[in-house]
């Protein structure tokens, strides 16, 4: 596959950026990746890996020359590293991001780029629950969808280059309203990440006073609650706060959904939750046909001692 980009900025180098790093140097996607990291120690991690040509101390001298730019760092970061990118930016070229919320994204970064270059905001749906330059992998993108926002006037040769680039790291792409893409996550990701945190933490006051039977007998459901609630706590942080009314509004909604089921269950209202689980069962085969889980036993995760799933 021929080359995309010339020069790829990472501004931040963690599972994201190094997996984007790793996709495109298998690939041939790209000329030089550079990038930088606030944290020295993951500079250096990055040069040993070897998903980087090289390293810079600063945002700033990182996007010299780059027709690319990528900023993967938390979403309350990105004000500040778009003040300071802003004046040393090549003409031409396009900057995008990889944050969970798009409208506070596209508020804060937009207004310190020139308008010389090309702003398309992005989301690619993948992840794990690791963190940090050696978390990252090639084959995170593969069938994944990866949401890009363009604004209003945005040119379409710059967004159809990075959609092809996302594409060639094996991801599908789709276009969105920033506002919809918002209400959208809030839903996939961002309400049950929350539902996650608070079962976890509900878990972990009981495990107070039962000498910790609830770590030592945990199914598959609570397992499952627990690696999502091992995601990296700045980020989410983040995301709750910019993504606010969105994920308020889909908490009040599972709320009254919450309220209803407990009300059968007082109730013994067998039918209506026989129907319930019935119609969100349809739910998960629907994203299986879809491509976006396994149907596999045990939510498609190796069983002990068998080999860790990559992808």
Not at 271 to 298: K, S, W
Request: net charge negative; with cysteine.
């Amino acid at each position: 596959m021929s080359v995309i980009y010339n020069r790829v900025a990472l501004i931040g180098l963690g599972l994201i950026a190094s997996s984007m790093a790793h996709a495109m140097r298998e690939g041939g996607l790209v000329g030089e990746i550079v990038g930088f990291a606030k944290s020295a120690g993951t500079r250096a991690t990055a040069l040993e890996i070897g998903f980087v040509d090289r390293v810079t101390e600063t945002a700033a001298q990182a996007v010299e020359g780059a027709d690319l730019v990528v900023l993967a760092v938390p979403v309350g970061a990105m004000e500040a590293i778009a003040r300071e990118i802003g004046p040393h930016l090549a003409e031409g070229a396009t900057v995008t991001d990889v944050g969970s919320v798009k409208q506070s994204v596209i508020a804060a970064v937009g207004p310190h780029l020139p308008d010389s270059v090309h702003f398309i905001p992005g989301h690619p749906l993948a992840g794990t629950e690791h963190s940090g330059p050696r978390s990252g992998f090639a084959a995170l993108f593969r069938n994944r969808w990866w949401l890009l926002t363009p604004p209003e006037g945005a040119d379409p040769a710059a967004v159809a280059r990075l959609a092809d680039l996302c594409r060639a790291m094996g991801a599908n792409v789709d276009m969105m309203d920033a506002a919809h893409h918002d209400l959208v996550l809030a839903v996939v990701s961002h309400t049950p990440h929350l539902i996650a945190y608070t079962m976890v933490g509900v878990a972990d006051d009981l495990g107070r006073v039962s000498n910790s039977e609830v770590i030592k007998y945990s199914a598959s459901g609570f397992r499952d609650f627990t690696r999502i609630a091992a995601s990296d706590p700045t980020m989410w942080r983040d995301v709750f706060l910019t993504n606010k009314e969105a994920t308020l509004e889909i908490l009040g909604r599972f709320t009254e959904e919450l309220f209803a089921l407990q009300r059968a269950i007082r109730l013994g209202d067998g039918a209506h939750l026989h129907e319930y689980f019935t119609r969100t069962r349809a739910i998960c085969r629907g994203i299986i046909e879809a491509g976006q889980d396994t149907a596999a036993p045990d939510f498609g995760r190796s069983q002990p001692g068998a080999p860790a799933k990559t992808g």
